[in-house]
């Protein structure tokens, strides 16, 4: 995370390796949700989903997924 005090920015940047999109089943927050990955491949299993991190609507997810993010369902 990078954070300038003036003027005010903060910049967040995720990765498509470590978080995945969600479509949302209550529209009242956004579209989609972003979710981290929790790595269990030390275990030779598949990512399981964390919990949200953020809520998206259909604008910002498509410019998520045209990054490489994947939707889960």
Do not use: W
């Amino acid at each position: 995370m990078k954070v300038k005090k003036m003027p005010s920015d903060v910049e967040i940047t995720f990765s498509p390796s470590e978080y995945c999109l969600m479509k949302c089943d209550d529209n009242t927050l956004g579209d989609y949700e972003l979710h981290y990955l929790i790595d269990r491949s030390y275990k030779g299993k598949d990512p399981d989903i964390g919990m949200q991190k953020m809520y998206l609507d259909e604008n910002e997810a498509k410019l998520f997924i045209e990054s490489g993010f994947m939707i889960v369902e």
